[in-house]
C-alpha cells in the first residue's frame, strides 16, 4: 500500500514562495507518476501539475505554468512543488497523487493547506 505525506504548507503574503514536499512509501517510488491536485472551498478538486519517473516529462494546468516547478528525487522517495508569485487564488488545500503510467491516480496523501494572503 502506498503512503503519503504532504508537508511544507502554510501562510504567505501574495508573491511569496512556498515548497511542498510529498514523502512517498509503501511501493518502489520510480515505478509511479506523482501528480500534484489542489481543492479551494466550494471548488471541485483540480490538477495542478505532475511528474513521470525520470522528471524528464512534467505538466502543468495553465493556471500555474511559469510559477510553479514540480520535481522528484528517487534517491529520497520524494516528489516537491515549488511555488513563486503565489497569488490568492492559489489558496487551496493541495495534495499528493500517486498512479501507475497509463492509469490513474490511486492514491491520495491527506493534504496541506496553502493561503495566500492579499
Known amino acids: 500500500q502506498v503512503q503519503l505525506v504532504e508537508s511544507g504548507g502554510g501562510l504567505v503574503q501574495a508573491g511569496g514562495s512556498l515548497r511542498l514536499s510529498c514523502a512517498f512509501s509503501?511501493?518502489?517510488?520510480?515505478?509511479?507518476?506523482m501528480g500534484w491536485f489542489r481543492q479551494a472551498p466550494g471548488k471541485e478538486r483540480e490538477f495542478v501539475s505532475g511528474?513521470?519517473?525520470?522528471?524528464?516529462?512534467?505538466g502543468y494546468a495553465d493556471s500555474v505554468k511559469g510559477r510553479f516547478t514540480v520535481s522528484r528525487d528517487n534517491a529520497k522517495n520524494t516528489v516537491y512543488l515549488q511555488m513563486n508569485s503565489l497569488k490568492p487564488e492559489d489558496t487551496a488545500v493541495y495534495y499528493c497523487?500517486?498512479?501507475?503510467?497509463?492509469?490513474?491516480?490511486?492514491?491520495w496523501g491527506q493534504g496541506t493547506q496553502v493561503t495566500v494572503s492579499s
Open positions: 509503501g511501493r518502489t517510488f520510480s515505478d509511479y507518476v
Open positions: 511528474i513521470r519517473w525520470s522528471g524528464a516529462s512534467t
Open positions: 497523487a500517486a498512479g501507475r503510467v497509463g492509469g490513474s491516480y490511486d492514491f
